[in-house]
């Protein structure tokens, strides 16, 4: 976009991040689409043939309950009939974790022109005026200080954000949801004892110790996650070991190497504010929750994702600056609404965790019947989280000053279901054209135009938007044949992340102002 970006970061350059995120949501493989970086993550992670699913045994090793059947990479876009196939995108979720999705990213960062990277270096102090704010910079080896200038500041700074606490925000909500143990182990031997076909994450399911599994490079590295009772309030109570062992299914014989490990805590916390005049929060920094759905990193994906499209607008001159009040009006809800589908689901684990039969390893009739009912409740609470549909594309801008908004109520959406909808501030349902291109490899950076009626003559928009230096493209689209019955209007405008601005059956009334509006400094006149 040609926006010079300074990215200052305290760890040192490369340096291996966190075994923490294990799921690239589908909405972020769209950002990393549009980035030109999608297929390069997609060739990286599990080995291609290694299956991506969902399994929950009494242990790791130990009888099998049920199983959420998910395509391995290689089968990603060739396997049909599950639950998470078939998806309305032209990037399906991808399972990678952080420590080779990270390195992939900083990568393709530091080759696009314009970005500077500072390693070993921490904000200390920021000033704003009504110009651009003058950060200082100190630099963790050498101790000096210095002072830049920048009209923006993204504070992506994490948990314990400085710049939240500099901006005066408050984290808002529920402090202690769940306390994880999480340890990061070498176990060469453990993929050999599994029975049956192996998996991508595990969830142990018995009553010495309930626990997930996660595969890291698909042969001897995994990822425990020790979930503790809520009467075990202390990380130092519980055994980590033994934990392990338990949740594993093996005994003190069973060798295992720790790489690192983490004692963490989930919450439920929103800012009360995302922004003070030119310093945003993105984020961590913004909100924290418990990681289902894989929506902690993604959350954040999307937050930058639509803070980066709204500075360069500002920055490249083509907006107002009040363009930027969208950010908070838009990303705030919608972390609200997501957070509290996190929080319901971490009760409903919870509460699953408690309830576990005291018969449910036994080689009975009844612990038969005690394992086929586990089963089929874990299948019906968990399938929602891991194939999340509803997550990824249900959600909508309702409150956003740059969308024009209709009567018209957006359709309801849950963790796992959604309906595909051209309502103005929903994502324009995705559909593939004649020729092979997915429909969001052609929405340009700013505004897209879609036309599917070309007697509609739009010359107007196209020059008042020309003349107002409003990037906007044309896409003419009549004669397609896999338009998605949701396009029901012959005029939809797009922004540059696919959620939809405005539709309708002939241009506005007033196309200067409807296009000083798409700037952010008037009011929509549809």
Not at 11 to 17: D, H, L, S
Request: aromatic share 8%; glycine share 6%; net charge negative.
């Amino acid at each position: 976009r040609g926006v010079k970006v300074l990215v200052v970061e305290v760890r040192k350059f490369a340096e291996p991040p966190n075994v923490k995120c294990n799921h690239v949501s589908a909405r972020s493989m769209e950002h990393f689409r549009r980035l030109g970086v999608a297929a390069t993550l997609r060739n990286a992670g599990l080995p291609a043939t290694y299956p991506n699913d969902v399994v929950f045994r009494t242990a790791m090793t130990g009888m099998e309950l049920t199983r959420i059947p998910i395509p391995c990479r290689q089968n990603r876009y060739s396997e049909t009939g599950g639950p998470d196939t078939d998806w309305a995108t032209p990037e399906p979720p991808h399972r990678i974790n952080q420590i080779y999705l990270e390195p992939l990213l900083l990568k393709h960062a530091v080759a696009q022109e314009g970005v500077r990277l500072l390693n070993r270096t921490q904000v200390t102090d920021f000033v704003q005026d009504e110009d651009g704010v003058d950060v200082t910079l100190l630099n963790l080896d050498t101790q000096e200080s210095q002072v830049v200038r920048v009209k923006y500041v993204g504070g992506c700074d994490g948990g314990s954000s400085f710049v939240r606490k500099k901006i005066d925000a408050k984290l808002e909500g529920t402090e202690v949801i769940q306390r994880v143990q999480s340890t990061h182990i070498r176990a060469p031997q453990l993929l050999s004892m599994l029975p049956g076909q192996a998996a991508w994450c595990y969830y142990a399911v018995n009553t010495r110790r309930c626990g997930t599994v996660f595969a890291i490079d698909g042969q001897e590295t995994w990822l425990v996650h020790n979930h503790l009772h809520p009467d075990e309030p202390e990380f130092d109570s519980v055994d980590r070991d033994q934990s392990i062992r338990n949740i594993l299914g093996v005994n003190s014989d069973f060798k295992y190497e720790i790489i690192t490990k983490e004692d963490w805590v989930g919450r439920r916390l929103l800012s009360n504010h995302f922004r003070d005049r030119r310093v945003f929060l993105a984020g961590d920094a913004a909100h924290l929750w418990v990681p289902y759905a894989g929506y902690g990193m993604n959350a954040g994906i999307a937050d930058a994702t639509n803070l980066a499209w709204l500075m360069s607008a500002a920055v490249n001159g083509w907006a107002h600056p009040d363009i930027l009040n969208a950010y908070e009006a838009e990303r705030h809800p919608i972390t609200e609404q997501v957070s509290h589908f996190v929080m319901n689901h971490a009760q409903k684990m919870i509460k699953a965790r408690r309830a576990v039969p005291h018969n449910i390893e036994a080689l009975d009739a009844e612990g038969e019947a005690a394992r086929h009912l586990i089963g089929a409740e874990a299948y019906d609470l968990n399938v929602q989280q891991f194939c999340c549909e509803g997550l990824n594309f249900g959600y909508f801008y309702e409150k956003s000053p740059i969308i024009s908004h209709e009567s018209e109520a957006a359709p309801d959406y849950s963790m796992g279901a959604f309906t595909p909808s051209t309502l103005p501030g929903c994502r324009a349902p995705h559909f593939w054209l004649n020729d092979g291109t997915s429909l969001y490899d052609l929405l340009g950076n700013g505004y897209s135009l879609l036309r599917f009626d070309q007697s509609i003559d739009v010359q107007a928009f196209l020059q008042e938007s020309a003349a107002q230096n409003i990037p906007l493209n044309l896409i003419d689209l009549h004669d397609q044949d896999q338009k998605p019955s949701a396009y029901q209007h012959p005029l939809v405008l797009c922004r540059t992340d696919q959620h939809v601005v405005w539709r309708g059956h002939e241009l506005p009334l007033s196309v200067a102002k409807f296009v000083s509006f798409l700037k952010g400094i008037a009011s929509s006149e549809n």
